[in-house]
């Protein structure tokens, strides 16, 4: 499980304590706090090594592992230079490796005009060059980096609307993997699926072997609004049929958002997220 907003409210401490409390044994940690989506930053003081070895140290007083990162997100072309970005990723490799976690997900860097196709081959050989010089430091750290599907902000008369860009559909993503090679992986995130418009059971057939990570939310297909599962449009349980179907062997996590509820309703809101957790385990086990 991922606390998504819930970790800057109540400490990891805290949210660990939960967590295992209604019966969770694994969390999916993001390597950056709250909007600071492009810097490096467990919230605790230290190195990279030190800050992941403090986390690692809490969530084993709960009984909980680290079973995924998430590294910061949010590049654009032109922001930063790849040398740059690729200094973050490997601070985040670094990080990953100090939690014990071995998978750490990882957002496509864009262009801001990348939508619908526009541009695709051209950023698509952007991410393979800067993948392919992190390849070395995966391999050093034994992490694997997951490529997660992504949508694009654009305004439309004003209006923002989330679309498809680079990594949207399965193809591309067991393409992008494959051209990696075994240091890479995916990540599939529900909601960013379904509000790109993709047949969630297809792309699962699509990625197949080399989907390792889960991003499972829910939302109306128009807003990313990581709502617990069966919240909104998305049809979960073909979803989780369609894992099975191809042998999915990894977590099932969720990343829900904690950060609009009111903090006496996390705990809450973590029960219902772990029954469906073991609903979702029942259709995998085939029962």
């Known amino acids: 499980m991922c606390g998504f907003g819930a970790i800057e409210r109540i400490g990891a401490d805290r949210l660990f304590e939960l967590a295992a409390r209604v019966g969770f044994d694994a969390m999916d940690f993001s390597l950056y706090q709250g909007s600071k989506r492009l810097v490096l930053d467990l919230g605790v ?31 654009r072309a032109g922001d930063a230079t790849e040398e740059e970005i690729l200094e973050v990723y490997r601070g985040a490799v670094r990080a990953t490796a100090a939690l014990g976690a071995n998978k750490m997900v990882l957002h496509p860097i864009k262009f801001d005009d990348c939508a619908n196709g526009y541009r695709q081959e051209e950023c ?8 392919d010089r992190l390849r070395p430091t995966l391999r050093e750290y034994g992490i694997k980096g997951m490529l997660e599907n992504m949508f694009l902000t654009v305004r439309v008369e004003g209006i923002p609307c989330l679309v498809r860009t680079i990594y949207s559909t399965g193809e591309e993503l067991r393409r992008a993997a494959d051209a990696l090679g075994e240091e890479f992986g995916v990540c599939l ?41 069966y919240l909104g449009k998305l049809d979960f349980d073909a979803l989780i049929l369609a894992l099975r179907e191809v042998g999915y062997e990894g977590n099932i996590n969720f990343e829900v958002d904690f950060v609009r509820i009111p903090e006496d309703l996390i705990e809450i809101q973590m029960k219902y997220l772990h029954e469906v957790g073991l609903r979702f385990c029942r259709i995998l086990d085939g029962e």
């Open 45 to 75: 003081e230290g190195t990279i090594e030190e800050q992941g070895a403090t986390i690692k140290r809490i969530a084993e007083k709960h009984g909980l592992v680290i079973g995924q990162t998430h590294a910061p997100f949010g590049f």
């Open 124 to 131: 698509f050989d952007l991410n393979h060059r800067v993948f």
């Open 189 to 229: 995130d529900s909601g960013h699926a379904l509000i790109t418009g993709e047949d969630l059971p297809a792309t699962v057939r699509a990625i197949g072997g080399k989907l390792g990570v889960l991003h499972l939310h829910d939302n109306d297909g128009e807003r990313d609004d990581h709502l617990p599962p």
